[in-house]
């Protein structure tokens, strides 16, 4: 089955700065990679997704990269807010099974 | 929409108790999906349904959880007997096939 690591486990950054979270994945088969952002005490909620015929895909602040090469897929949030902070999740699936990376706890400092 | 409704919020139970957890999935969707999630675990798919019938149920940790979808608008996921190493926020999560999976505001099950 598919595997999904993603690093950092934590990321601090000062507001107005940018933030990187980067998922490596094992099935080549996978074709369709979803990011996840969950408050604390909230259910994940989606905010980007790529499929695997899209290297790049921008929503405002947000983007996501996906090179099939090398298995990896990244999200960049810029211009950083404190409305950022929370557990992000990345994902991936060749249908309709979603295998989660570990997630990652971004706090944005003022 | 509505999206995808779960009750209870939060359930408090002693061990050895039956525990129903109900989701309503976001009409017009036919995948539905149980998960649970734990500090130590993380998200694990428990069960997938598509059209109301169980296709995936790999992740039901033993023979004391099970779970129905009588039809395309109600599942339901039974613990019985219920233990400590339960506790855990159980999600909801529906989706049409091939597209993303939104998520419930899930059950937070606490068993003493």
């Known amino acids: 089955g598919e595997n999904v690591e993603q690093h950092p486990s934590t990321l601090s950054v000062q507001e107005g700065d940018s933030a990187v979270i980067k998922c490596t994945y094992s099935?080549?088969?996978?074709?369709?990679f979803p990011w996840y952002k969950q408050e604390l005490g909230k259910r994940p909620q989606l905010i980007i997704d790529?499929?695997?015929?899209?290297g790049e895909k921008k929503d405002q602040r947000i983007a996501v990269t996906l090179n099939k090469t090398a298995k990896h897929f990244s999200l960049h949030i810029t211009e950083t807010q404190p409305e950022d902070s929370a557990v992000y999740f990345c994902?991936?699936?060749?249908?309709?099974?979603?295998?989660f990376g570990a997630g990652t706890t971004v706090t944005v400092r003022a | 929409d509505a999206g995808v409704i779960q009750s209870p919020r939060h359930e408090v139970t002693e061990m050895g108790q039956e525990v129903t957890l109900r989701c309503k999935p976001i009409?017009?969707?036919?995948?539905l999906f149980w998960y649970r999630q734990t500090m130590m675990r993380g998200l694990e798919l428990l069960i997938y349904?598509?059209?109301?019938?169980?296709?995936?149920d790999s992740g039901m940790p033993e023979d004391r959880f099970s779970a129905k979808m009588p039809n395309a608008s109600f599942s339901t996921l039974k613990i019985q007997p219920s233990e400590p190493r339960d506790s855990a926020v159980y999600f909801c999560?529906?989706?049409?096939?091939?597209?993303?999976?939104?998520f419930g505001p899930g059950t937070r099950l606490t068993v003493t």
């Open positions: 349904f598509n059209n109301n019938v169980p296709i995936d």
């Open positions: 009409s017009g969707h036919n995948s």
């Open positions: 790529i499929r695997s015929n899209v």
């Open positions: 994902a991936g699936t060749d249908d309709y099974k979603l295998s």
């Open positions: 099935d080549s088969a996978s074709n369709y």
């Open positions: 999560a529906s989706s049409l096939v091939g597209n993303e999976q939104y």
